[in-house]
C-alpha cells in the first residue's frame, strides 16, 4: 500500500505534543488510527476531535512499560481495522537531571519507558507484520543520540540505545518490512515539566521557547516517512529548530 488515506496506524503517546499532531495529520491524509497514551481523557477528546473532521479512529490506555498494553493496541487494530500497516513508536520520558543528583528512580523510569517501551512495540507488531508480509515500524528518537550534554547523560543513553535497536530492526526486517527512525530536536512540547530538577526545567523551558519547532514539523516529517512507495525504506531522519547546535 503505497501513501496514507487507508493505511491503519497505530500511535503510542498519541495524548500530546509531537504524539497528537502526528495522530492529527495523518487522519486528515485518510489514515485509520489507534491511539495509545496513559491519559485517557486526552485519548477521548483527541478521537473526537477526529471523528468529527471525518477520521476514523480508536483509542485503548496504554502503558508501554507493560507489555500485555502493546500487545492490547496491536490485537485492536486487527479487531477494528483487520490489519496493522504501521506502529509509531513514539512515547517517551525525558525526567532530565545531573548525575549527582542520583535520581535513581528516574533513571530507571527512563529505562522502562524509552527503551523497554520501544521493545514492547517491537515483540508485539512484528509477528503481525511478518504474518501480513508488510509493516512500518517508526521510532520517535532524539538528537541526544548524537550530542550528549551536561544533565542529560541518561536520557540520551536511552535514545542512543534506541537508534541501535532499530538499526539492528532494519537490518533483520528483509525486504518486507521498513523501520524509520525520527530524531527531533528542540520541540515544543511537555518534555522540559518531566525535570524534577527545577534549575534544569527553567533551562530547557526558556530553550524551548527562544527555538522549539512546533510538534507538527515532527509530524509532516513522520509523515514522509510512511507515504513512500512501499520500495523506498526511509530509515532516519533528523529534525530540529534552525537555531539548535
Not at 485509520?32 to 485519548?43: D, Q
Not at 513514539?90 to 545531573?98: D, F, K, L, M
Not at 512546533?214 to 510512511?226: D, S, Y
Amino acid at each position: 500500500m503505497t501513501g496514507i488515506d487507508g493505511k491503519v496506524v497505530a500511535i503510542t503517546g498519541a495524548g500530546s505534543g509531537i504524539g497528537e499532531a502526528t495522530a492529527l495529520l495523518l487522519a486528515e491524509r485518510g489514515a485509520r488510527l489507534v491511539l495509545g497514551a496513559r491519559r485517557s481523557e486526552r485519548l477521548g477528546d483527541l478521537v473526537t476531535r477526529i471523528e468529527k473532521a471525518g477520521g476514523s479512529a480508536v483509542q485503548l490506555r496504554t502503558d508501554v512499560t507493560r507489555r500485555a498494553d502493546l500487545q492490547a493496541l496491536v490485537a485492536l487494530a486487527a479487531e477494528r481495522f483487520g490489519r496493522l500497516d504501521v506502529l509509531i513508536s513514539n512515547a517517551g520520558i525525558g525526567t532530565v537531571s545531573p548525575l549527582d543528583d542520583l535520581r535513581v528512580d528516574e533513571w530507571d523510569r527512563m529505562v522502562d519507558v524509552n527503551i523497554k517501551g520501544v521493545l514492547h512495540g517491537i515483540g508485539a507488531a512484528l509477528p503481525v507484520f511478518r504474518a501480513q508480509g508488510s509493516g512500518h515500524f517508526i521510532t520517535t528518537a532524539s538528537t541526544a543520540a548524537f550530542r550528549v550534554v551536561p544533565a542529560m547523560a541518561v536520557y540520551a543513553g536511552t535514545k542512543v540505545a534506541v537508534r541501535a535497536i532499530c538499526e539492528g530492526l532494519r537490518q533483520e526486517a528483509g525486504d518486507a518490512l521498513r523501520v524509520t527512525t525520527v530524531s527531533p530536536g528542540m520541540v515544543d512540547t511537555e518534555f522540559a515539566e518531566a525535570s524534577t530538577n527545577p534549575h534544569i526545567r527553567a533551562e530547557i523551558s526558556q530553550a524551548r521557547d527562544r527555538i522549539a519547532i512546533p510538534p507538527e514539523a515532527v509530524a509532516r516529517t513522520l509523515a514522509f516517512a510512511v507515504e513512500q512507495p512501499h520500495t523506498v525504506d526511509v530509515n532516519e531522519i533528523v529534525v530540529r529548530p534552525t537555531a539548535q547546535s
